[in-house]
Each structure stands twice: as structure tokens, then as C-alpha cells.
């Protein structure tokens, strides 16, 4: 993941789907249609990547926010908070 794109690191910091279909538009407006036996058809194999990017991406934004409850209750318990200086 590149920490610079501030689209990437939004994609990557969020689980709300419309963001990332927002973005899928973006991307692929006017792109994303083949031509397969004289008919458009969307491209599966773009949507699979995406869709499951979008999944993974889901999931690991519910891990990060869970360890960072974790963190937060362990400072509670022990009476440390992020701010402290020390």
C-alpha cells in the first residue's frame, strides 16, 4: 500500500461500500465493459479483484480496530493512556 496516495489510504482506512463503489466508478468509468460475442458485458475478472480487495480490506480494518480496543482497555486497566508523555 502506498502511505502517500490519499486515495488508497482512504480506501484502506474505511469499511463503508460506498466508498469504495464511488472509487470503483471513478477508476473504470467507460472502462470496465468488454465486447464478448458482440455483446458488452462487464469484465469479471476486473470485478473479482476488486470486490475481493474491497473484502480483504474490510477485514482488516475490523482487526486494527479491534487491537486497538484491546490497547485501549489494557491502558485502562493499567492506568496508562496514549497521551501520557512518559
Same mark, same amino acid.
Given at each position: 500500500?502506498?502511505?502517500?496516495?490519499? $486515495?488508497?489510504?482512504?480506501?484502506?482506512? &474505511?469499511?463503508?461500500?460506498? $466508498?469504495?463503489?464511488?472509487?470503483?466508478?471513478?477508476?473504470?468509468?467507460? *472502462?470496465? $465493459? &468488454?465486447?464478448?460475442?458482440?455483446? /458488452?458485458?462487464?469484465?469479471?475478472?476486473?470485478?473479482?479483484?476488486?470486490?475481493?480487495?474491497?473484502?480483504? $480490506?474490510?477485514?482488516?480494518?475490523?482487526?486494527?480496530? *479491534?487491537?486497538?480496543? *484491546?490497547?485501549?482497555?489494557?491502558?485502562?486497566? /493499567?492506568?496508562? &493512556?496514549?497521551?501520557?508523555?512518559?
Amino acid at each position: 500500500m502506498n502511505q502517500n496516495d490519499p $486515495v488508497t489510504n482512504m480506501l484502506h482506512n &474505511t469499511d463503508d461500500p460506498s $466508498v469504495w463503489a464511488e472509487e470503483f466508478c471513478r477508476l473504470f468509468h467507460g *472502462k470496465i $465493459v &468488454t465486447i464478448l460475442e458482440s455483446r /458488452e458485458e462487464v469484465d469479471p475478472g476486473l470485478m473479482i479483484g476488486w470486490f475481493a480487495n474491497a473484502m480483504m $480490506v474490510a477485514i482488516n480494518h475490523y482487526e486494527r480496530r *479491534k487491537l486497538h480496543a *484491546k490497547d485501549e482497555l489494557r491502558n485502562v486497566f /493499567e492506568g496508562t &493512556t496514549n497521551d501520557d508523555p512518559s
